[in-house]
């Protein structure tokens, strides 16, 4: 095995290659093959066993840093006291190769460039203590048939602008973020399953983002997102579902999801269990999304059309015969069409989603203005 260290695109800056195998500290200059890298190289490390640990400060690197360039596994160790940044970083690089990376103190930054969790491989990062920081995207898992996993156990995890699981075009790669302790700030959006599979786990610790996107792009993306224990996610926009070809699932189960709104698209479900906590200013109901709440919420359904915090469009029925196609409790009207819940107790849920009238008889929804109680249907046992 080895570890290199080439140049950036462009120069002529030669490849500083980590001795085939072996562990050991990065300041140790014999363990590379021109001697201890500058900051102007590009360090990468190529599996087959190889552990670097930092362990020091050994400060800003303008090359890349790459771990996995051939098939195998390699580790790199950030520890109390190290630190690095680096312009890029991929880990995992090719297709076949296995690469982890442990902080469990001081810093690792990148800079410049999205930093690839899984670029072609499986790629692994577990923060436990001292900060992972990436002043742009991150992305877990990029390339087809790559995977990334992010485990936050402790520590901060900062990124930039945006994070993104099974970030780029190819439905066949895949990646899991998972959060027990420590905290994540992320700038710009957090979005489970961009383009291809996509899971996150919040038991723990705490989420900010500006939006999550749960099932991310009209491509296709298969997101899971699910909030349980004491996990805490505040975030200004909550999306699950919503683009054709997408496929969002979120499971509030314990913890909290503050948002400022919350929006259940096409293809999207949200699971509300009564030991969670969901905070919004309002709630839009878009074709085909589904709410799945716990309890008979009969009453609260209405409520909340009544007062606003409910709105919906989507789906088409036939306003003149009351034609919704559907077994329901109550039907609603809202700013655009009808909000129906139905009442389930078997199992002790209510569902909520969305129709909209034809176009030709959408005016007697406005003359009724939203809100207003249209039909109740009772069909409980």
Same mark, same amino acid.
């Given at each position: ?94 297709? @076949? ?106 038991? @723990? ?15 296709? @993306? ?81 409520? @909340? ?77």
């Amino acid at each position: 095995m080895s570890i290199a260290v080439l140049g950036l695109a462009g120069t002529s800056m030669a490849a500083n290659i980590w001795s085939a195998t072996v562990v050991g500290n990065w300041t140790n200059a014999a363990n590379w093959s021109t001697g201890l890298p500058v900051p102007a190289d590009a360090k990468i490390v190529n599996g087959n066993g190889a552990a670097v640990t930092i362990d020091s400060n050994i400060g800003a690197f303008a090359g890349n840093f790459q771990m996995g360039n051939k098939t195998g596994g390699d580790t790199l160790n950030v520890l109390a006291g190290g630190g690095a940044s680096f312009e890029q970083f991929r880990i995992a690089d090719v297709a @076949g190769s296995l690469s982890t990376v442990n902080v469990t103190g001081g810093s690792l930054t990148n800079v410049s460039g999205n930093g690839a969790v899984g670029y072609s491989g499986l790629g692994i990062v577990n923060l436990s203590a001292g900060s992972f920081v990436n002043t742009v995207d991150l992305d877990l898992g990029r390339n087809a048939g790559s995977r990334g996993e992010v485990y936050v156990t402790g520590g901060s995890l900062s990124v930039g602008k945006d994070l993104m699981i099974a970030s780029y075009q190819d439905p066949a790669n895949s990646g899991h973020f998972e959060i027990s302790g420590g905290a994540a700030d992320i700038v710009g959006d957090f979005t489970v399953g961009m383009y291809g599979t996509g899971t996150a786990l919040l038991s @723990g610790g705490s989420v900010t983002a500006n939006r999550v996107r749960v099932g991310g792009t009209a491509q296709g @993306g298969t997101g899971t997102l699910t909030v349980d224990a004491s996990g805490l996610l505040t975030v200004d926009q909550f999306n699950v579902g919503g683009l054709a070809g997408a496929t969002g699932v979120a499971n509030l189960n314990g913890g909290t999801i503050d948002a400022g709104s919350i929006s259940i698209g096409a293809n999207g479900t949200l699971n509300w269990n009564a030991a969670a906590t969901l905070v919004g200013t309002n709630m839009n109901f878009l074709a085909d999304g589904l709410l799945v709440w716990e309890g008979d919420r009969t009453s609260d359904v209405a409520s @909340g059309v009544l007062d606003g915090t409910f709105d919906g469009s989507g789906g088409l029925v036939d306003i003149a015969t009351l034609a919704f196609g559907v077994d329901y409790d109550q039907a609603l009207s809202t700013t655009e069409g009808f909000l129906l819940s139905k009442y389930d107790s078997l199992n002790d849920t209510t569902d909520v989603w969305t129709v909209i009238p034809e176009p030709a008889t959408l005016g007697l929804v406005v003359a009724m203005g939203a809100g207003m109680l249209f039909i109740r249907r009772m069909f409980k046992a």
